[in-house]
């Protein structure tokens, strides 16, 4: 069983940035691919950006590319997502996730994932 926290949200203008942090416990991080999700209100959750077990492989929405990175370092069993140029279109919670899925198109389903964080919320003010 894998326990996933995730932090670092919160609110920033326009055109700021922000690094969400995810920390797994519980498994072996290493054995997993990670992916970050977002859900606005009133919105299905959407997928954001997936990276593979040793990060040598990424995937991202195509809305997000250029603007977010994610990133992990399995010493420290944390997956990062860095937020760069936000807009109010991003406010929304954001999830991590954990898959024994390879990083590719599928990566991009809820139904891939096993392991579900609560979610931190990130607010783009205008």
């Known amino acids: 069983q894998v326990q996933l926290g995730e932090s670092g949200g919160g609110l920033v203008q326009a055109g700021g940035s922000l690094r969400l942090s995810c920390a797994a416990s519980?498994?072996?991080?290493?054995?997993?691919?990670m992916g970050w999700f977002r859900q606005a209100p009133g919105k299905e959750r959407e997928f954001v950006a997936a990276i593979s077990w040793n990060g040598g492989r990424t995937y991202y929405a195509d809305s997000m590319k250029g603007r977010f990175t994610i990133s992990r370092d399995n010493a420290k069993n944390t997956v990062y997502l860095q937020m760069n140029s936000l807009t109010p279109e991003d406010t929304a919670v954001y999830y991590c996730?954990?898959?024994?899925?390879?990083?590719?198109?599928?990566?991009?389903?809820?139904?891939?994932?096993?392991?579900w964080g609560q979610g931190t919320q990130v607010t783009v003010s205008s």
């Open positions: 519980g498994g072996t991080f290493s054995s997993y691919a």
């Open positions: 996730a954990a898959t024994k899925t390879p990083v590719n198109s599928d990566t991009r389903y809820r139904r891939n994932y096993d392991y």
